[in-house]
């Protein structure tokens, strides 16, 4: 289903520059690898908080490739200036959750503020529009992301639930919030 909704995009940024959205391909192991290995080291806000190897992202990659050829995964990057700086996707349940599908982004820290995950997100939703099987979209955020929080609900998502001392961050334990959005 990716295959045929997400089609390649170029969009304009707040710095005039132009992103180029679109799948990922084999050949961006390299790119993707550095991309999560740059938000982990980073300690951004993600469930992921050690670095990954060649090996393992090869591994991740081709999982993802083979669940975006199902269509079960729907997922895009964000590239500017030849560089993976962003990624979005929208990943379907399985069995009686298969009407669900989690939401997920992240831009690298040198590329936030420029639109990326707008621009990112307002795209992935609509594929997830266009694929009649999601009924729902949800995403869990870090209680203390409070700019995430406020692009997901400037998106239409709203707050269903508060799970105390989920997520365990910087030596503390911090609440996590379950938004969704529904069609």
């Known amino acids: 289903?990716?295959?045929?909704?997400?089609?390649?995009?170029?969009?304009?940024?707040?710095d005039g520059r132009t992103a180029l959205l679109r799948r990922p391909e084999k050949k961006d192991v390299r790119q993707l690898l550095d991309f999560i290995n740059a938000l982990v080291d980073e300690d951004v806000m993600i469930l992921m908080n050690k670095r990954t190897t060649l090996k393992d992202e090869r591994k991740w990659l081709k999982d993802a490739?083979?669940?975006?050829?199902?269509?079960?995964?729907?997922y895009v990057v964000a590239e500017?200036?030849?560089?993976?700086?962003?990624?979005c996707s929208i990943k379907k349940?399985?069995?009686?959750?298969?009407?669900?599908a989690e939401y997920a982004i992240s831009v690298l820290a040198d590329c936030r503020r420029l639109g990326i995950a707008t621009v990112l997100s307002k795209y992935?939703?609509?594929?997830?529009k266009k694929d009649?099987?999601?009924?729902?979209?949800?995403?869990?955020?870090y209680a203390a992301n409070k700019k995430a929080k406020a692009l997901y609900e400037k998106l239409g998502?709203?707050?269903?639930?508060?799970?105390?001392?989920?997520?365990?961050y910087k030596g503390k334990l911090m609440d996590e919030f379950v938004?969704?959005?529904k069609r």
Do not use: Y
């Not at 289903?1 to 707040?14: A, D, G, S, T």
């Not at 399985?94 to 669900?100: A, G, P």
């Not at 998502?157 to 365990?168: C, D």
């Open 93 to 100: 349940g399985k069995w009686r959750e298969s009407h669900v």
């Open 179 to 181: 938004m969704d959005l």
């Open 1 to 14: 289903m990716c295959i045929k909704l997400c089609k390649p995009k170029r969009v304009k940024l707040k």
């Open 157 to 168: 998502f709203r707050e269903v639930a508060r799970l105390p001392k989920r997520i365990q």
């Open 80 to 87: 500017l200036d030849g560089r993976i700086v962003g990624s």
């Open 132 to 141: 009649k099987s999601i009924k729902l979209i949800m995403l869990q955020v």
């Open 124 to 128: 992935i939703l609509a594929v997830g």
């Open 65 to 74: 490739l083979d669940n975006i050829r199902k269509g079960t995964l729907h």
